[in-house]
């Protein structure tokens, strides 16, 4: 029973990432479409970021009242709700309307899940899990391309993954009674035993913000790379603009095929001893994209660079129990995950002022910053966890 749950967890994995590619891949259909500016995508998505960061804040309330395997099929119910409601949509108003229950279903279900995987599995599971929103991530553009290439409208390409998202959640309403079992015992004791945590209390928390900071670094390099690392290798190394798009791409497969080596990787070493590793990863590939030579020294670069990335978030999840204690564990996750989306939206666009303003060519200065503040930040959280389980014993 406990080798099907973490099945069940692992296509609601998959669930989570089939969505999250399926705007940008969509968009140059969309817009002209609905007669809106290129830009405006970005409101979609902002909307879609600020109802994530509210319930990802709201996820240890939510959890503590419903458990995990009741918040995991609500909240991929409500996602499956928006892709229809995107597909049936020929405004972009409407689009902005279910944007709402996109967001929202989206940072539940990860704060919940990842909670719980957490708390009942080993390291190697939470690299292989976040390995399945990979799965999902690369997925989600390959149907929206096969319905556009295929004469169908984007309006199909949304449908198919509502589908999809249906059928899942089919899957989670049946595989209920599985939570059942050890692990939902053990997480009906934390439930009772805590409670619900507001976000001015887990700030005061010793480590709460260095963790936070630590999400916001993270997802910081992550997007920015995703975002500028093309742009990056066209207008300053000179690299032809499909070779470098087609290696922006395979940023995100390093950390995809990077978190399934690791899950073997973690079977052998600790999470901060993972976490180390993929900053010095991240780090060899900034210094590789700024050795001057052939093109495909700055490519290998940004693939160090994805590999570097795949552990750190895994990595920090699953150790939050170890850090401030399995009663406040939910609480913790879900304002890393705010803090994580926060990172997410805010970074890229101000690197893109940076890149306007003054000069794209700092894109590996602006990655080396993220990442010293993130390694600072993250052994501050070993020293002051630390700190308050010796004052605490």
Sequence with gaps: ??????????????SLGLPDA?????????????????????????????????SSLMSDRMTRK??????????????????????????????????????????????SLNNYVALHYESHHMSWLHCMWGVGATLGPYIMGFALTGGQSWNQGYLYIALIQVVLTGILI???????????????????????????????????????????????????????????LTLYKGVPAETAARFAGMFFIGITVGR?????????????????????????????????GPDMIPLAGLILTGLGCAPIYPCI????PAHFGAERSQALIGIQMASAYVGTCLMPPVFGFVAE????????????????????????????????VMEKN
């Excluded at 029973?1 to 998959?14: C, T």
């Excluded at 939902?184 to 936070?212: F, N, Y």
Aim: hydrophobic share 55%; net charge neutral; with cysteine.
């Design 1 to 14: 029973m406990i080798h099907l749950l973490l099945a069940v967890i692992y296509l609601a994995f998959i």
């Design 22 to 54: 399926l705007l940008g891949s969509a968009w140059p259909t969309m817009y002209s479409e609905f007669g809106v500016p290129v830009s405006y995508a970005g409101i979609i998505s902002m909307i879609i970021a600020l109802g994530t960061i509210l």
């Design 66 to 111: 419903l458990g995990t395997g009741k918040v995991t099929a609500v909240s991929v119910a409500m996602t499956a709700a928006a892709l229809f409601g995107f597909s049936f949509s020929h405004s972009f108003w409407l689009l902005c309307l279910w944007a709402v229950p996109y967001g929202l279903g989206a940072g539940s279900v990860d704060a």
């Design 174 to 232: 049946f595989s209920l009674p599985l939570w059942n079992g050890r692990g939902r015992r053990e997480h009906e004791e934390e439930r009772r035993t805590g409670r619900a945590l507001s976000p001015a209390e887990i700030i005061r928390i010793p480590g709460a913000k260095e963790v936070m900071l630590c999400f916001f670094c993270y997802c910081a390099i992550e997007q920015t790379s995703g975002l500028w690392a093309s742009s990056y």
């Design 260 to 292: 399934a080596v690791n899950g073997f990787i973690a079977m052998k070493l600790n999470d901060r001893q993972m976490i180390r590793m993929g900053q010095v990863i991240i780090l060899a590939g900034i210094a590789v994209m700024l050795i001057p």
């Design 317 to 320: 999840i699953h150790s939050t």
């Design 357 to 388: 303003h003054i000069t794209i060519a700092l894109f590996p200065a602006y990655l080396l910053v993220l990442l010293i503040l993130m390694a600072v930040m993250h052994e501050l959280l070993d020293i002051k966890t630390a700190h308050a």
